[in-house]
């Protein structure tokens, strides 16, 4: 067994730790700047300085190995006045900002300098003031930089987009866009949170608040099914920044587009429409409104479509609210993602729900990426890729309608002209091309694979069931996570609670209302922003019904066609659940009250069944505790320890998939790629203002229409169209 | 009931105060009379209380100096001094020796300030305004002395946790020689009028006794425990600063009246004035604030111009330095008694507990005892020797 000294201790390591892993962990304190747990140890601030017996000269603790027998001091004078001296070098340059910096509070070199009593300088210096560069949402500071390179380094080891790089030597050394003048990288703000002192900041953020002045409530991200919780800080009622949980990463969404809740267009009183126009009415009155024209429901004459906004609660509660009125007739946003695709994947695995968890990417040795343009589909997805690519030496396959910006970390980067992705898999069966031959043998060397699977497969490929049967290819056994990308926010509750195959589908719900058969109909979140025949069909539909009650936060879209429009509260005003990829259960938690009258959806379901005579708990604990606690995989606890930790349950089957490959018919196929599969509605209304006037490009937040063809684009494949979508 | 012609007495509850220009502050007191006789005085206190002591719990170590200023508002030093001892033994900080002298000069005027609104207020009281008018002449001069180093004349919070806050200019020091050379003089002048005054000795001596044992019983100290008889002084018997290095003595005085007392505190008026003249004579040259890390502010000049000192400054005053877990207590001789902070420390930037021991509180509680069998007009008398200040008693 190996083990080290650790000042007269000893204690076991591991082959491959270094000497700062081993004191970390048995509690051993050794000071750092730069190091980081998620990424490889860099080495640059040399504070972690031991003294090792044996070695002249004093060693970085994070980037030496321990070794068997090595004996190490960690305390004493010697150290740490070269401890001291390595701090004086970085604090004599670094200007006298604190006053006026926003990291202040939470700046490590401050805490540092604190800890190590720091009382004077030995030698005065001049500070730099260079200006400092704007680079859209993060601004940078290179008089502030201590050249940790953290920010590099979990640019190219967390998130994969490699966008920042170290300039020139010496004093000029500074960090700068890898690619142009600008950044271009999907703006998720992971350099800004890992940055120790105030040299990468958010431009929104920028001098608008003192961070302990803010108060900080951790609540499930409300855009996104594939990130990790989000920390908003809150002054006075309003939310001023949000930032990632330690440990984990945010998309550019949550961390920058939160002030969606205060777009002006936003409903806040109930609405009813009177000769073509919505006029505000109180609660009372349209309540009453709503007894009269709901009086003659009848359970085959009332329908309703629930959108992926909702939490957990909400969605329990409209369900028991259609079982008041008695009616089966609910159709989901599941039914208009994927809905051939997952049609087949629950006849493979048994469940709708993701095989194994979004962090089981990491470990995987071999990823298919099939279809999926994860920068706009499932960023969290993308991040976890790449960090099993770089530290897990995992082989890259991607299989696409075009490549990815990724495209040099991608072992085999295949393009599936005119959408047949058939082809491609048949191909790596069997055909003896070296390109192919190869392909076969990472599967044979891999122990792990893992399948991620997105929009661009699913729209094109006229066989939806080729990558299933192309699992079986890999194999039960190897196979290791497989994942839908679909980023929808709570998109898996909706199939955690059965609400998708339910029995009845958008095709019927379409049939009945162009038959005129619906009188009653229930807009719940329900936002049509999908594409395909499908989708048009129910958009001219909608126009039949007599009663259309819109529940929503902004009353353009979908909800335009209601004739009652119920403000709901946002995710960040309210308690409850998400479903996150993988099956996380996500704890939401209120962060802000609402800016009207506007009610949570829980407390409108609960008024619904009233004239329904039913009772439904208008408060989301009641409603966990009694009507999803233990059913459908849910835990089994109390709502208040949710803690954003615990897993729905499912228990995949692997059934063999039938399936013969068939070669598609040619002529162009237009593919419809919507930036931010997510809920993009709510992106898109964070748009109405910006903090920063140095913002070059709007990204994610306003995005260009563009269509991609093979001739335009020479990584896209032949045979198709990708057609932008605007919000 | 009988009173003095044996007669059956009737009890007539008379109200005094908390508006009254003869009871110090805000202090309220039911007197129970038998005609002119006091039977009984009860304190009412709480009108000047401003939760010093809970809010403490919710500042940092630093942020609640200036409250202290506002307990014995007469000497505000004093209590700044008392306070940050305290703080400073949790650290075992070591206090650069010119701080402490500054602190021992500062202290000792605060004494003289103190005493100079006594013999101003009680004199006035009991009728010799003429001392008032004197007492405040002197007063002023010491105040434009603070005024001078501290740039304030009450409240200045000047010594801090660590040290003094700056040092003092030149004219200060001109100022303060210029005082000490002539106080003596003035106290001279105080004595004159009132030492062998027929109505001043009529009006003091017997009134209000409080021997020995009863004053150790009630817990008294400073002048009122002095003027009985018991000589101790945590100046010279529990020295904290330096005042080991100063020669001076303690009044004392045995007959336990108002008289005595009186003697006792216009001594020590002499004697604070010795204290200042050796130390300004003596005074080294050398920095005024530790360079303890864990506890020195940095000084003002520095913190614009090195990085270290800014983040010091920055993480001092925006989070606090956090003492040890555990307890302390110390007491110093303010000018009214002993003024004690009691501290209790969880380990966090805030005290847990901090607890006032003030010497005003303590000493009103032996009013009643004073005050039995006198007549209503010594009552007064009896205050004024009593020395109460209600910033101290309310807290």
Same mark, same amino acid.
């Given at each position: 067994m190996a083990e080290i000294i650790l000042n007269g201790n000893t204690y076991s390591f591991e082959k491959g730790e270094s000497i700062l892993d081993v004191a970390n962990r048995n509690g051993v304190h050794i000071p750092t700047l730069c190091y980081l747990k998620e990424i490889t140890p860099i080495g640059a601030c040399r504070l972690c300085l031991v003294q090792v017996d044996g070695a002249k000269r004093l060693q970085a603790a994070c980037v030496t190995y321990a070794m068997d027998g090595m004996k190490v001091e960690t305390d004493n004078e010697y150290i740490w006045t070269h401890r001291k001296q390595m701090l004086d070098f970085i604090l004599i340059k670094h200007p006298l900002d604190c006053p006026v910096c926003d990291k202040a509070g939470e700046c490590m070199l401050q805490d540092t300098a604190y800890e190590f009593g720091m009382m004077s300088e030995k030698v005065s210096s001049e500070k730099p003031q260079d200006p400092k560069a704007y680079w859209n949402k993060i601004v940078y500071n290179s008089n502030l930089c201590v050249l940790c390179e953290r920010c590099i380094k979990s640019c190219h080891e967390m998130t994969g987009c490699s966008a920042l790089k170290m300039e020139d030597r010496g004093f000029y050394n500074h960090v700068t866009p890898a690619k142009g003048e600008t950044l271009n990288c999907d703006f998720c703000g992971t350099c800004i949170d890992r940055c120790p002192v105030g040299a990468l900041l958010d431009t929104q953020f920028h001098n608008q608040a003192r961070v302990w002045d803010l108060d900080e409530t951790t609540t499930a991200s409300p855009f996104s099914a594939s990130e990790g919780d989000v920390v908003y800080g809150v002054l006075d009622g309003k939310i001023e920044r949000g930032k990632s949980v330690e440990g984990f990463q945010i998309s550019s969404q949550s961390r920058f587009g939160f002030n969606y809740i205060e777009n002006p267009s936003r409903i806040k009183t109930p609405l009813v429409k009177s000769g073509g126009d919505f006029s505000p009415k109180t609660w009372e009155e349209v309540i009453s409104v709503l007894k009269d024209r709901l009086a003659g429901c009848k359970p085959e004459n009332t329908a309703m479509l629930m959108g992926s906004r909702l939490t957990n609660e909400a969605i329990a509660a409209y369900k028991a609210l259609m079982g008041a009125v008695g009616s089966k007739k609910i159709v989901t946003e599941a039914d208009f993602t994927k809905p051939a695709f997952m049609k087949k994947y629950k006849e493979k695995f048994g469940t709708f729900a993701n095989i194994r968890r979004a962090d089981d990417l990491k470990k995987a040795d071999l990823i298919f990426v099939v279809g999926a343009d994860l920068r706009h589909e499932a960023v969290g997805l993308k991040w976890r890729m790449m960090n099993a690519v770089i530290h897990n030496d995992c082989k890259l396959i991607t299989v696409g309608l075009k490549r990815y910006e990724y495209d040099v970390f991608t072992n085999k980067s295949f393009l599936a002209d005119g959408g047949d992705f058939g082809g491609i898999f048949e191909k790596i069966k069997t055909d003896n091309a070296e390109t192919f031959a190869d392909v076969r043998e990472y599967i044979k060397d891999a122990k792990k694979i893992a399948f991620i699977v997105g929009n661009e497969y699913t729209s094109s490929c006229p066989q939806p069931e080729a990558v299933l049967s192309f699992a079986d290819f890999v194999g039960k056994d190897k196979m290791s996570a497989f994942l839908v990308a679909n980023d929808k926010t709570n998109i898996y509750g909706l199939y955690a609670q059965e609400l998708f195959a339910n029995g009845y589908s958008a095709d019927e719900l379409i049939k009945d209302l162009e038959a005129k058969n619906i009188k009653n109909l229930f807009l719940v979140g329900?936002?049509?922003?999908?594409?395909?025949?499908? =989708?048009?069909?129910?958009?001219? =539909?909608?126009?039949? =019904?007599?009663?259309?009650v819109a529940v929503d936060l902004f009353n353009d879209g979908t909800s335009a066609k209601a004739n009652i429009f119920l403000p709901a509260k946002a995710a960040l005003e309210v308690d409850g659940s998400f479903v996150k990829i993988g099956g996380r259960l996500a704890r939401v938690r209120k962060v802000v009250d609402t800016p009207g009258e506007q009610k949570s959806d829980t407390e409108i379901a609960s008024m619904l069944a009233k004239i329904f005579k039913a009772e439904i708990p208008p408060c989301p604990e009641e409603i966990y505790n009694t009507m999803l606690a233990g059913k459908s995989g849910y835990p089994e606890v109390k709502f208040n320890i949710l803690d954003s930790c615990l897993v729905i349950k499912t228990e995949p089957s692997f059934n063999e998939t039938v399936y013969k490959y068939e070669q598609p018919k040619s002529g162009e196929k237009t593919v419809f790629v919507n930036p931010r599969h997510h809920s993009g509605t709510i992106t898109a209304k964070a748009n109405f203002t910006f903090r920063?006037?140095?913002?070059?490009?709007?990204?994610?937040?306003?995005? =260009?229409?563009?269509?991609?063809?093979a001739d335009t684009c020479e990584s896209a494949a032949k045979g198709i169209k990708l057609v932008t979508k605007k919000f | 009931m009988q009173n003095m012609n044996n007669n059956v007495a009737e009890i007539v509850t008379v109200n005094m105060g908390p508006q009254h220009p003869s009871t110090h502050g805000v202090l309220r007191l039911v007197v129970d009379l038998d005609g002119e006789t006091i039977v009984n005085v009860t304190p009412d206190v709480g009108y000047l209380h401003r939760g010093t002591e809970k809010l403490a719990e919710n500042r940092t170590y630093h942020q609640f100096i200036p409250l202290t200023d506002r307990l014995d508002y007469l000497s505000p030093l004093s209590n700044n001094l008392a306070y940050c001892l305290a703080v400073e033994k949790f650290f075992g900080v070591k206090i650069p020796e010119r701080a402490d002298y500054m602190r021992v000069i500062y202290a000792e005027l605060a004494?003289?300030?103190?005493?100079?609104?006594?013999? !101003?207020?009680?004199?006035?009281?009991?009728?010799?305004?003429?001392?008032?008018?004197?007492?405040?002449?002197?007063?002023?001069?010491?105040?434009?002395?603070?005024?001078?180093?501290?740039?304030?004349?009450?409240?200045?919070?000047?010594?801090?946790?660590?040290?003094?806050?700056?040092? !003092?200019?030149?004219?200060?020091?001109?100022?303060?020689?210029?005082?000490?050379?002539?106080?003596?003089g003035f106290v001279d002048l105080y004595e004159n009028l009132l030492t062998n005054n027929r109505i001043w000795k009529m009006r003091t001596i017997g009134i209000g006794m409080l021997n020995a044992d009863d004053a150790q019983d009630y817990g008294t100290s400073g002048p009122l425990m002095r003027g009985a008889g018991i000589d101790f002084d945590l100046r010279r018997d529990e020295p904290y600063c330096c005042y080991d290095k100063f020669q001076f003595e303690i009044p004392t005085q045995p007959e336990g009246d108002t008289y005595a007392r009186y003697k006792v505190r216009m001594k020590e008026l002499r004697e604070a004035n010795k204290i200042v003249a050796q130390a300004l004579e003596n005074l080294p040259e050398g920095p005024i604030m530790t360079d303890d890390p864990r506890v020195a502010m940095p000084a003002h000049e520095d913190v614009y111009e090195r990085m270290e000192s800014l983040i010091r400054r920055f993480y001092l005053i925006s989070k606090g330095f956090r003492p040890p877990k555990g307890e302390t207590y110390q007491g110093i001789e303010a000018p009214k008694g002993e003024l004690g902070f009691y501290i209790v420390s969880e380990g966090e930037e805030r005290p847990y507990r901090l607890k006032i021991r003030a010497p005003s509180y303590v000493n009103l509680g032996v009013l009643n005892h004073m005050a039995q069998g006198h007549m209503l007009a010594d009552l007064v008398a009896i205050i004024g020797t009593n020395d109460v200040v209600l910033g101290e008693i309310d807290r």
């Open positions: 329900f936002n049509n922003t999908y594409t395909g025949e499908t =989708a048009e069909r129910l958009n001219n =539909a909608l126009r039949t =019904a007599e009663t259309v920063d006037e140095f913002a070059v490009q709007k990204f994610h937040f306003q995005q =260009a229409e563009e269509t991609i063809t | 004494r003289v300030a103190s005493h100079l609104v006594w013999i !101003a207020t009680h004199a006035l009281d009991i009728g010799a305004m003429t001392v008032f008018l004197y007492a405040f002449r002197e007063r002023e001069r010491v105040l434009d002395m603070f005024e001078c180093a501290t740039g304030q004349r009450m409240t200045s919070s000047w010594i801090r946790i660590g040290g003094v806050r700056a040092d !003092a200019p030149e004219e200060f020091f001109k100022l303060a020689k210029d005082f000490v050379d002539e106080f003596d």
